[in-house]
Structures are given as structure tokens and as C-alpha cells.
């Protein structure tokens, strides 16, 4: 193995140990594509994460220079094929192997990760208020969680998944599988966030059981052999 490829090698295992620590679900439904397909998911989720992080993780006071600042070294990444940030890396290489319009990344993909990221914070809306101060939801900025505070942000959410579904659907074949998965697990969790009172949602239980997680497995099997009929 020559030092580029082993340096390809490092970085896509460094977004897929992104991925797998955010969201198991994400790792697994992208489990079943082919290995070329498996480095590109992992790549692009890793990458956008990363972007999250600015936003989660820092205590800053401006991050928006910040977030520029990770873009702008994006482009040049792209420009020059190098950069020391294996993530940043990683994806760079699979923006060009599969050609994607830079129009493309600020929308469809985007969209989708946007959706999961919401379900997300749903999920850890109890932690991330108690134990780390967060609030990432505008809606909630001067108000408690109500359930028309919810429905307004459901609503966004609806938004996010149906321009996402789009893209989904002009997928190639050998990665429609895998996001399909991906879209009926978030898709089932918003369900059960809609069906659960505002003032309960801190301390419900939000996560996917294992049988019904095979279940949607099975669905996205036959809708993906459906679609490419």
C-alpha cells in the first residue's frame, strides 16, 4: 500500500468512527451497501458532523466565522486534493470521485442530514438541557417546549424528509438500499415524537426496538427493489 492510499485508507475509518459514534442507526443501515459506497456515506456524514460540532460542542462567540472558516478550507481542500484533516479529507475525495455539484451538497444531502440531526436533538432533548445547556430549536429560544411549539417544529422537520425523499429516489442502485434504511428508522422515531405529548417527550423512551427495526429493514428491502424496477 503507497502512503496516499494508506492515507485514504486512515481517513475514511476516521469518518466512519464519526458516524458510528453519533448515530448507530446512521452506521447501520449504511452497513449493507458495498464497501466504495460505504466510504462515500461515511465521508459525507462524517464531514457535515463535523460542521454540527462547531454549533454543539464549542463555547465561542462567534462561530459563524468559524463555520466560514471550515468551508473556505473545504474549498481548498477540493482545490488542492490535500488537506491534514482526515475527515475534511475523506470527503473532498468522494465529492469528486461521484462528481457531485456543489449544488447538490448544499441542498439534497444536506436536507437529509438536517431532518436526522432534528430527530436527534428530540432524542437527547432531556440531556442536552439538563447536563450540557443546550437548546438548538429557535421555536424554544423565550419558551418552554409546548405541543404547539412541537407541531411547528414538526412541521420543519416534514419539510426536511420530504425534499429529501427526492434525492433518495435518483439514488444509484447500489446506494439506495442503505439510505432507505437510514430514512425509515428517523422516519419511525419522528412518529413516535408526533404521538408523544410536548411535556412528556424529556423522559420518553424515543428509540427504536430491535424487532422494528427489522421490520423497516424488510420495507426498505422490497421499496428499494420496487424503485429500481
Known amino acids: 500500500m503507497n502512503p496516499t492510499n494508506l492515507y ?62 471550515f468551508e473556505s478550507d473545504y474549498y481548498e481542500a477540493f482545490r488542492t486534493g490535500i488537506s491534514l484533516n482526515p475527515v475534511r479529507y475523506s470527503f473532498q475525495k468522494i465529492v469528486k470521485c461521484y462528481q457531485i455539484p456543489d449544488d447538490l451538497l448544499q441542498a439534497s444531502i444536506m436536507k437529509l442530514d438536517s431532518a436526522f440531526q432534528k430527530v436527534n436533538f428530540f432524542r437527547d432533548l ?49 446506494a439506495g438500499m442503505g439510505v432507505l434504511i437510514a430514512f425509515y428508522y428517523y422516519k419511525r422515531s419522528l412518529r413516535k415524537i408526533r404521538n408523544t405529548p410536548a411535556t412528556k417527550l424529556s423522559n420518553a423512551l424515543l428509540r427504536i426496538s430491535g424487532s422494528r427495526k427489522m421490520a423497516l429493514l424488510v420495507k426498505a428491502q422490497v421499496v428499494n427493489k420496487l424503485i429500481m424496477i
Do not use: W
Not at 476516521?14 to 458495498?34: M, N, Q, W
Not at 454540527?52 to 464549542?58: G, K, L, T, Y
Not at 418552554?144 to 427526492?166: P, Q
Open 126 to 174: 432531556k440531556n442536552d438541557a439538563e447536563c450540557l445547556d443546550r437548546q438548538y430549536f429557535p421555536e424554544m429560544t423565550n419558551q418552554a417546549l409546548d405541543d404547539m411549539v412541537k407541531n411547528v417544529i414538526m412541521g420543519d422537520i416534514e419539510k426536511d424528509f420530504s425534499s429529501a425523499r427526492t434525492g433518495i429516489l435518483n439514488l444509484p442502485k447500489d
Open 8 to 69: 485514504d485508507h486512515i481517513s475514511f475509518n476516521i469518518s466512519k468512527l464519526v458516524v458510528g459514534s453519533h448515530s448507530s442507526s446512521f452506521s447501520i443501515a449504511i452497513s449493507f451497501l458495498d464497501q466504495q459506497m460505504q466510504d462515500a456515506f461515511f465521508s459525507i456524514y462524517g464531514f457535515v458532523r463535523f460542521a454540527d460540532e462547531i454549533v454543539d460542542s464549542f463555547n465561542l462567540d462567534d462561530k459563524e466565522v468559524l463555520l466560514k472558516k
